[in-house]
């Protein structure tokens, strides 16, 4: 009887420290990760502008047109550039890699792959996670319309301003990344931009959406864009 | 069970205490490093896309 009940609390008490190490894990260890892994590919993206191989366009008599929204060059799995929303900080900067499969998320936000380029005609649609993993877009609720979305490739800064949002909406909802999603507000085609995280900050029952449209480009050497200054 | 373990441990009483520290922390780092992130994934905090990818 005696062994029972010892055996019995023993199990009771690895069960409760299991869990708890779990939740530490969750809220805590994913975080220290996903901060190192981030600051890895944001390290190899300077690496990469600074050795200036990036490719901004196919080389002459490659067949891509350049017109096309067909993911060119970026390699899944891939960081091709950064993302500044002064919004949710003014330090507030993440790598955007290529795909959103799960284990690309954990490094930083992902690019949907059948969408538009960075810059070009079409849904440049990206998804980070809301919580876990860095909680990149913690605070994605407090974007307002007109706030900046900066991006850069390290060719060109991409300033985008935000319309609408967040929007609230199904996971099957799959239209909200089209070319020209129908619930923006956009009529016609344009170099849009679409953020998506989960909602309910913990669930995954929803989602969050902001759209934004190009408001001004330029190159990097002439500094940083107006959003981007204090 | 955890008596059990504290019976079968050699030496004295410091060295099973060393040891137990020794078990406990790779038990811990095998948890963290592999039975989590395989645990993490079936929890809804990855689904962020709208297209289930």
């Known amino acids: ?14 069960i409760g420290t299991l869990i708890v190490l779990f939740v530490a894990y969750v809220l805590f260890w994913t975080g220290v990760k996903a901060d190192s892994a981030m600051d890895r590919q944001v390290d190899r993206l300077q690496e990469r502008w600074s050795k200036g191989t990036v490719k901004q366009s196919p080389a002459p008599g490659s067949p891509a047109a350049p017109a096309n929204t067909k993911p060119g060059p970026y390699k899944d799995g891939e960081p091709f550039a950064l993302m500044y929303i002064p919004r949710l900080g003014f330090t507030w900067n ?67 301003r935000i319309d609408k949002g967040p929007y609230k909406t199904l996971p099957t909802d799959i239209e909200v990344i089209d ?25 995954h029952s929803h989602r969050l959406i902001v759209w934004a449209h190009l408001d001004a480009t330029q190159p990097v050497e002439e500094g940083k864009p107006e959003a981007l200054r204090r | 069970m955890y008596g059990w373990i504290w019976r079968h441990l050699p030496g004295n009483a410091w060295v099973k205490a060393l040891i137990s520290l020794a078990l406990a922390l790779l038990v811990v780092y095998v948890l963290f490093q592999y039975v989590f992130p395989w645990a993490e994934p079936l929890l809804p905090f990855n689904d962020v896309t709208v297209n289930d990818q």
């Open chain 1, 1 to 14: 009887m005696r062994v029972i009940v010892r055996t019995v609390s023993e199990l009771c008490i690895t």
């Open chain 1, 94 to 160: 993440k790598p955007v890699l290529e795909g959103t499969k799960v284990n690309t998320l954990k490094k930083g936000l992902g690019h949907y792959a059948n969408t538009a380029r960075l810059g070009r005609k079409g849904n440049f649609a990206v998804a980070g996670h809301r919580r876990t993993y860095g909680d990149p877009f913690k605070d994605f609720p407090k974007l307002r319309a007109g706030d900046a979305v900066v991006l850069t490739d390290g060719v060109t800064w991409f300033t985008y």
């Open chain 1, 179 to 203: 070319p020209v999603p129908r619930k923006s507000g956009y009529t016609r085609p344009g170099r849009y931009l679409t953020l998506t995280t989960c909602e309910p900050e913990w669930g």
